[in-house]
């Protein structure tokens, strides 16, 4: 369970997160949506521990801010939205990264280590490509390697951002359809409205840092996309489930 209590972000002088609270229950998947710069990304990365933040955070019963960065990790797995790497590595050296967290100093990679990041590689169709080099991937392969270096992470919460956005269709559906498989408890912002509506469990729509709505697909209107858009939109039902047609401008 992630808990976020009131919390605010702010660059500078700039408050982009307002006062925002939100439960994310068990093994539930929220999406997360809303336009270009409604503070998607700064909530995750505030979840992540990446910024600073005002109010609290908990993850199950715990306040992140007692927990160490280590055990931090071992709780919670992100997936980002860019993911150039300052230097070149291997895909394999990159996924067993997601092991750091249970490993002491300059400790070495067991051979346990090496079969679950191979499992992780094959989990996203990529385990001919583990003594590849990052640089040499295209940007869909490289999100997928940084998901499987989450999932070796083991934690019980993953916060995607963005995550399937290089991916083409087939990964798309792949990617989320693995990571509900997964029983996680998932925070995924997401850009495509139908991906949304498939894969969450609840959608919350953020705008201009602050909650617009927060409800189940199949109570998601025309109207709350619209004023969440600015775009006017029809919802169809396609195999028991809402599809939303956007209106060209
Ligand atoms: N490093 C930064 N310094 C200053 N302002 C920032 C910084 N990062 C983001 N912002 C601003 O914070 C606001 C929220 O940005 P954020 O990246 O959280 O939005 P988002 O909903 O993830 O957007 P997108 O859909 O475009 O990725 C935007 O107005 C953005 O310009």
Known sequence: MIRVEHLSV??????????????????????????NGSGK?????????????????FLD????????????????AVVGQFNDMAFDMTVMDMVLMGRTPYKGLL????????AMAGEALAAVGME???????????????????????????????LLDEATNHLDIYYQLKLLSM??????????????????LAYGDRIVALKEGK???DDAPENVT?????????????????????????KKP
């Open 61 to 76: 019963e715990v306040e992140a801010r007692d927990m160490s960065r280590k055990d931090y990790a071992k709780r919670l």
């Open 179 to 196: 990571v509900k498989d997964t029983k996680l408890t998932v925070v995924a912002a997401l850009h495509d409205m139908n991906l949304a």
């Open 128 to 158: 001919s490509y583990a003594a590849r080099s990052l640089r040499a991937l295209s940007g869909g392969e490289r999100q997928r390697a940084v998901l499987a270096r989450a999932l070796v992470q083991e934690t019980d919460h993953l």
């Open 222 to 246: 025309p109207a709350m996309i619209e004023a969440l858009y600015a775009t006017p939109c029809t919802l169809h039902e396609v195999d028991g489930r809402p599809v939303a047609v956007f």
């Open 10 to 35: 702010s660059y500078g002088k700039k408050q982009v997160l307002q006062d925002f609270s939100l439960t994310i229950r068990d093994k539930e998947l929220v999406a997360l949506i809303g336009p």
């Open 41 to 57: 990304s700064s909530l995750l990365k505030a979840v992540a521990r990446i910024l600073p933040y005002e109010g609290k955070i």
């Open 211 to 213: 909650l617009l709505f």
């Open 107 to 114: 400790e070495r990679d067991t051979d346990k280590d090496r």
